[in-house]
């Protein structure tokens, strides 16, 4: 048990885990911290209903593994054990079996013949056994998911060439093709309906006895045990809420919940964005769809936050000037938004992480995600100040920058400015890329398809990429020179072309949306800037770096390039949208992959931060009334995940 704060908290596989602290609570009010801590609650029951959506196997090889982690008798000091220890580790990290970035399977470091003899030593009770089932039949049913690997190879495949649905373990989609799916879909919307749902949203697509249908996550429905329990928090938390704005916030998602009616969940995400003033904010639900290959399901997330005010003045301006923005972006004024409307940002401090956003975390958020309401009503974006304080800790001095940037001239720019230029690209991104632009009133909003997460964050990050060299954000005393932004440009140019490769293993392709985003963008730059040498890969030493010539003309090349992708987003061109991640997105020069991989071994570092949530320790007097809730650090990454297991893992093993 760790009794004082420390952001580094252990390492494993390819992971780092971080605390992350929360200054600032003990200065919320009683009545702050309850609501808080109502929402923790709300959030942290939820857990297992991503490991269900990322796999039909995650629980019951979760629960096996953990069973074994409590037995007494086994020894774990052997070779063997070790390697099942760290194999548990990133099945809790990826909240499954797949890789949380790359989708690719865990390759398990021991035999099957190893983890049947311990599964033998678990008290069977203990073990997660349909029922009138042995332990024999239990092993000959689960171990072929976890040691054989042509079976769920890939939690989410982006392959073109291949049924994206047959091809992929997320649990989705059951028994039903890529096509069927799409034609399920496009059947159900109305395109005269100018306030669409998100269809599919909040359900998962089966085929029974021949025919297609939805099985709604709701209480009474799919994943009720714990959307019940998060109902039953909620309900605590409406009783303390700040006002009456954020009353009907969490009034109107305990109705989507109890109904699954995407309608109300698109009234909730109205009033969410309505609401302004309330210190302490949350999500909950079913929110961001990169999990599905066809990006119409949600994978279930939370976060409990409240507004850090010091850090909000950044973000304040940045929203107060949206329409500033919009107005003078390169893209064509057939795609600009007229009047932007309802565009709030905020710095956060996170309280606590669940879903989709733990152990590995957004830094920022812009939401809802559906069109016509950001186009309508507007969307609130985050920035989590905390978690970028804790990154930063984390990487200060430890030798990455000097090993892969080109020279002392961009090591002395990247160390004066890169914090505050990273921050504010997060900002822009957020707060104006995501909310700007606007699709043509005859485009489906589904029409990218498989492509259409790539193309959304690449115009998110262009908008932000294009922005950062503008003399505006000078006059804005956002940046304090007009070199500033040199740092951004030269540390995403590294990253797109480069070093984020050290995230993949030898021999695959990029699959995961925000790398192929930079991809595209790196490359789509670096090549069309060759004729006048803007941006090149230069030998020094006999290794690879990134040299920027030009300045000037990237940011010129990064407008021309917001402006196709803004054209393709509005008018849903699915062809070139297609042509593009295809072509600059997905592929990797094998040479310098293996180069840029053996130069990150040597520095030993982990490529993946993810973090250890605080625990809230609620102080009740004899009346049952609450006296105070203390946040602690003590907890670390192990004992905070089987924690979460036996309090907070209220799902069945098998969820039909």
């Known amino acids: ?18 605390h992350y602290k929360v200054e600032g609570f003990d200065e919320l009010t009683l009545q702050q911290k309850e609501l808080i801590y109502y929402l923790s609650e709300a959030a942290l029951y939820g857990r297992d209903i991503l490991f269900d959506q990322n796999g039909k196997y995650n629980l019951r090889i979760r629960k096996m593994l953990e069973a074994i982690h409590m037995a007494n008798g086994i020894d774990k000091e052997t070779e063997n054990y070790k390697a099942l220890e760290v194999y548990l580790k990133r099945i809790w990290f990826s909240n499954g079996i797949h890789h949380h970035y790359s989708y690719e399977k865990f390759t398990p470091g021991f035999s099957a013949d190893y983890l049947r003899s311990l599964i033998k030593m678990v008290d069977p009770i203990n073990l997660p056994l349909e029922v009138g089932q042995d332990v024999d039949s239990f092993c000959d049913e689960i171990f072929p998911v976890i040691f054989d690997s042509t079976i769920d190879a890939k939690r989410v495949n982006q392959s073109e060439s291949e049924d994206l649905l047959l091809t992929s373990a997320s649990n989705y989609y059951d028994g039903v093709s ?7 879909y496009q059947v159900q919307k109305d395109y005269s309906d100018k306030t669409p749902v998100m269809y599919g949203l909040n359900s998962r697509l089966v085929k029974e006895n021949g025919i297609l249908k939805e099985k709604v996550w709701k209480s009474g429905g799919l994943y009720s045990d714990a959307i019940d329990k998060i109902l039953y928090w909620l309900k605590k938390a409406k009783t303390v809420a700040e006002n009456e704005k954020q009353i009907a916030v969490i009034q109107k998602l305990i109705e989507f919940y109890e109904t699954g009616n995407l309608k109300l969940f698109d009234e909730y995400s109205i009033l969410w964005v309505d609401d302004v003033e309330s210190h302490v904010d949350f999500n909950n639900g079913f929110i961001e769809t990169y999990g599905d290959p066809l990006g119409y399901k949600a994978s279930w997330e939370s976060i409990v936050n409240f507004k850090d005010l010091v850090a909000t ?51 920022g958020i812009n ?30 001095g430890n030798g990455f920058m000097k090993e892969f940037v080109y020279s002392q001239k961009e090591l002395e720019l990247i160390d004066k400015y890169n914090d505050l230029t990273n921050d ?13 632009g606007m699709i043509l009133p005859s485009t489906d909003p589904d029409a ?43 540390t995403y140019m590294m990253n797109g072309l480069m070093t984020q490769l050290v995230r993949i293993d030898l021999g695959k392709e990029l699959e995961e949306a925000h790398m192929r985003n ?52 509005s008018e849903g061109d699915y062809e070139t949208a297609k042509r593009l991640v295809e072509k600059y997105a997905v592929k990797i020069n094998p040479a310098l992959h293996k180069e840029v991989k053996e130069r990150y071994e040597k520095l030993n570092l982990t490529p993946y931060k993810g973090f250890v949530n605080p625990q809230y320790i609620a102080e009740w007097d004899s009346d049952g009334k609450l006296k105070d809730v ?20 209220i799902l069945p093993p098998i969820n039909k």
Request: charged share 25%; proline share 2%.
């Open 178 to 184: 890529q096509s069927e799916a799409e034609a399920f």
């Open 1 to 18: 048990m760790k009794h004082d704060f420390q952001y580094i908290d252990e390492s494993f596989a390819d992971v780092q885990l971080l």
């Open 518 to 569: 930079r991809a595209l963008i790196a490359y789509w730059v670096y090549e069309h800037g060759k004729e006048n040498n803007v941006v090149e890969f230069v030998k020094k030493d006999s290794k690879t770096y990134v040299r920027i010539n030009d300045y000037a003309a990237l940011r010129s090349l990064f407008g021309d390039l917001l402006a196709e992708i803004q054209r393709i987003k």
């Open 313 to 363: 003045y950044r973000t304040k301006i940045i929203s107060e000037n949206a329409q500033w923005f919009e107005d003078h972006s390169p893209v064509n004024s057939r795609f600009k938004k007229k009047e932007v409307k309802g565009v709030s940002a905020k710095v956060i401090t996170a309280a606590i992480l669940s879903g989709d956003l733990y152990p590995a975390s957004a830094i």
């Open 448 to 490: 990218l398809k498989s492509y259409g997460a790539t193309i959304e964050e690449a115009r998110a990050d262009l908008f932000g990429l294009y922005y950062m060299a503008d003399s505006k954000l000078v006059d804005l005393n956002l940046l304090p020179d007009s070199e500033a932004y040199k740092a951004q440009y030269y």
């Open 424 to 436: 504010l690209h997060t900002d822009l991104h957020e707060c104006l890329g995501h909310g700007s």
């Open 630 to 649: 203390k946040i602690t650090y003590r907890e670390g990454f192990t004992e905070q995940m089987l924690r979460y297991g036996k309090e907070y893992s």
């Open 367 to 396: 939401l809802p995600n559906s069109d016509w309401i950001r186009s309508v009503h507007g969307s609130k974006s985050v920035t989590i100040g905390n978690l970028t304080e804790a990154l930063k800790k984390a990487a200060h």
